[in-house]
């Protein structure tokens, strides 16, 4: 059977994972968390206390073997979930993912797993630069405010407490630095479906998605 891609970008926080995940296990598809590579590398150099530099990350993202968890990423065979959704680990991916050669470094590896299987993949260049000829491209997004509350819930829920202000400003911060960033800024492709989430919920989000997912394998809505 032909291998069918689904890119799923925005900024932070719009749902994308949550949403990615449950269209990929719909579609019996791979889902691939891109966001959990970077936030792996930033794992990893906070794990080793040293600085940051490029070539420290690209090192890593370069010699690591990402394998794929539904709750995050295997690297080097140690299994990454929680600990990857501390706001440590997010501010440094932020920071990690404006390096240009940590992103050819990952992207070739988002590549060659989409060579191998069908996905759902999120990020927030998929649909422009990893996967430019994805079957569907959609872009999700949804009011800072509201991207906000959710990030504090699925903290809440790990056991961690953010204030909502704190979050509002980590998050304005991250869409700035994705979005500005030289290499790949976080853009929606032109052949990409908008979708605002702010007033939707993720099953809602969800059923969407795979009515347009069902639109282009030619199946009936
Ligand atoms: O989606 P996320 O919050 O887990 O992503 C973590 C960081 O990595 C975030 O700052 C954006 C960045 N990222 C990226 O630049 N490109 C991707 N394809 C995925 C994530």
Redesign the pocket.
């Known amino acids: 059977m032909k291998r069918f891609q689904v890119a799923i970008d925005g900024p932070?926080g719009a749902g994308?994972?949550t949403v990615a995940r449950q269209v990929a296990k719909n579609l019996g598809f791979t889902f691939v968390d891109?966001?959990?590579m970077?936030?792996a590398i930033a794992w990893m150099i906070l794990q080793e206390g040293g600085q940051v530099s490029e070539p420290k990350a690209y090192q890593l993202a370069q010699n690591s073997h990402f394998s794929l968890h539904p709750q995050g990423v295997i690297v080097n065979g140690r299994v990454l979930t929680d600990e990857l959704r501390s706001p440590d680990v997010?501010n440094l991916?932020?920071t990690i993912?404006t390096m240009p050669r940590v992103r050819q470094a990952l992207v070739v590896k988002q590549q060659e797993i989409a060579e191998q299987e069908s996905v759902v993949m999120d990020?927030?260049?998929?649909g422009s630069h990893?996967l430019p000829n994805a079957d569907l491209k959609v872009f999700l997004t949804a009011s800072i405010e509201e991207r906000a509350k959710r990030r504090l819930e699925d903290l809440a829920q790990k056991g961690l407490s953010v204030d909502l202000e704190t979050l509002k400003t980590e998050i304005a911060a991250?869409d700035l630095?994705?979005q500005t960033r030289e290499f790949s800024p976080l853009i929606q492709a032109e052949d990409a479906y908008l979708l605002d989430t702010t007033q939707m919920t993720i099953p809602q989000v969800v059923e969407k998605i795979l009515v347009l997912c069902r639109t282009k394998m030619g199946g009936e809505e």
């Open positions: 932070a994308k994972s891109s966001g959990a970077y936030r997010s991916a932020s993912a990020g927030r260049d998929i990893v991250r630095n994705d």
